[in-house]
């Protein structure tokens, strides 16, 4: 148990540190080819894995429009909106945005999957976390404050992958799909989408920065996203998917922590709008109706497929 604790706490390290990781890529390269690093890097472990393990299936092709529309939702649009929204702020102001994930979900869940009635608590927390969000926009310091469209990158990026849950639980989660699967489909789309999009031109400047270039290929790309697969996974079957979600919470943290060590001012605004969006974060996932026990078992599965970051 101990070992499965400790690779929760990697796993939130891992997602917490990705944002000083495109922060130094794009100081270099654009966001587009930065994204295609990560998800390249992030792709070959997963489709080497998935071949010695023997989950590609030719009966899985029928479903190419499911792991195309999914490409776009959770890896190409998602890892952009964040690397571009990184590109323009500081890393503790994005790693904290990030926090956001799981109230995006849920908005989205409830509008277009109408499966969680909302209690005052989950609303209080909504709120509380839009507070947050812009507390960290410090919008009353004028130009001082937080760049609007990196705010507005980060949060797209969020809402995408919002939708991507709801998507993924209406047409992938009863086709009962392996998870390594379905993530390597849908990262092979998205490297094969971001081959035909990306400008290439200049993306050799990375490798005059040995940091940025391993930040790009061995942090966001094995680690940050071939190897958060493999430890999320490990971690939904040890755990399940409830206490797995727990790396939710360490990410925002580690993000602030590493921008305080790189020199980033964390003022005490950022202490607060992380504390809130964290705090909204908590309300919701506490505020939940308990379903009913035979409803709760099938919401466990969806729930693993679903919370993938």
């Not at 891992?14 to 890097?41: E, Y």
């Not at 009966?59 to 776009?72: E, G, N, R, T, Y």
């Not at 950022?270 to 379903?291: D, S, Y």
């Amino acid at each position: 148990m101990f070992r499965t604790y400790l690779a929760l706490v990697a796993l939130g390290v891992i997602w917490g540190s990705n944002f000083i990781f495109m922060k130094w890529a794009t100081d270099l390269i654009s966001p587009t080819q930065t994204v295609f690093l990560r998800v390249f890097f992030g792709f070959v472990p997963l489709l080497l894995v998935a071949i010695k393990a023997k989950v590609i299936t030719r009966q899985q092709l029928k479903h190419l429009p499911h792991f195309a529309i999914m490409s776009v939702l959770a890896t190409t649009f998602y890892y952009y909106g964040f690397v571009a929204g990184t590109a323009r702020l500081p890393t503790s102001i994005a790693g904290l945005l990030s926090g956001s994930i799981p109230i995006f979900t849920f908005i989205c869940a409830f509008l277009f999957l109408r499966q969680d009635r909302p209690t005052w608590q989950m609303g209080a927390g909504v709120l509380l976390g839009f507070i947050g969000i812009a507390v960290s926009a410090r919008p009353w310091e004028g130009v001082a404050g937080a760049e609007l469209a990196g705010i507005l990158w980060m949060l797209a990026g969020t809402f995408s992958l919002g939708v991507s849950f709801v998507y993924a639980q209406r047409f992938l989660s009863p086709l009962k799909i392996p998870p390594l699967a379905l993530a390597t489909w849908q990262t092979g789309f998205a490297t094969l989408t971001l081959l035909v999009l990306t400008p290439f031109d200049g993306i050799s400047a990375i490798a005059n920065d040995q940091r940025a270039l391993l930040g790009a290929i061995l942090g966001l790309g094995i680690l940050g996203t071939g190897g958060a697969f493999f430890i999320y996974y490990f971690v939904i079957e040890k755990l399940g998917p409830v206490r797995a979600a727990g790396a939710t919470y360490i990410a925002p943290v580690v993000a602030v922590l590493i921008g305080a060590i790189v020199g980033e001012d964390i003022t005490g605004t950022v202490i607060l709008a992380l504390c809130m969006i964290l705090g909204g974060v908590v309300l919701i996932q506490t505020g939940k109706r308990n379903p009913p026990l035979a409803a709760h078992s099938k919401q466990q599965t969806t729930d693993a497929s679903a919370q993938i970051k």
